[in-house]
Nanobody, 126 residues
Framework: QVRVVESGGGSVQSGGSLRLSCTAS????????LAWFRQAPGLEREGVAG???????WYAESVKGRFTISQDKPNHMVYLQMDSLKPDDTAMYYC????????????????????WGQGTQVTVSS
């Protein structure tokens, strides 16, 4: 069973940086996608950044150039480096792991991700 745990959230001022960490287990290590999502109060959950087993990456347009997703394969870790943070980035951030690789690459579809973390809060003040 897929297990996902994320951490690293906190409160920062506009323009600051945070690095989120996620550890995942139980997914298909030979072919997979790992992604970060976020959800602000009153809004739907949206994809932020994704990475697959080939280390291809994809991002939401709103975070391109500011956020960087990376992974540490031997330790089954995925990270989200967030720079130049803005108040609009305030949200609960979730790490998710796919159930396979057939369709997940480049995708932020909820249907492709079977394992979800508990969330870590990011708050950016102006």
């Amino acid at each position: 069973q897929v297990r996902v745990v994320e951490s690293g959230g906190g409160s920062v001022q506009s323009g600051g940086s945070l690095r989120l960490s996620c550890t995942a287990s139980g997914y298909t290590y030979s072919g997979y996608c790992l992604a970060w999502f976020r959800q602000a109060p009153g809004l739907e959950r949206e994809g932020v950044a994704g990475i697959d087993s080939d280390s291809s990456t994809w991002y939401a347009e709103s975070v391109k150039g500011r956020f960087t997703i990376s992974q540490d394969k031997p330790n089954h870790m995925v990270y989200l480096q967030m720079d130049s943070l803005k108040p609009d980035d305030t949200a609960m951030y979730y790490c998710a792991a796919s159930s396979g690789y057939d369709y997940c690459s480049g995708s932020f579809s909820d249907d492709e991700y079977s394992g979800w973390g508990q969330g870590t809060q990011v708050t950016v003040s102006s």
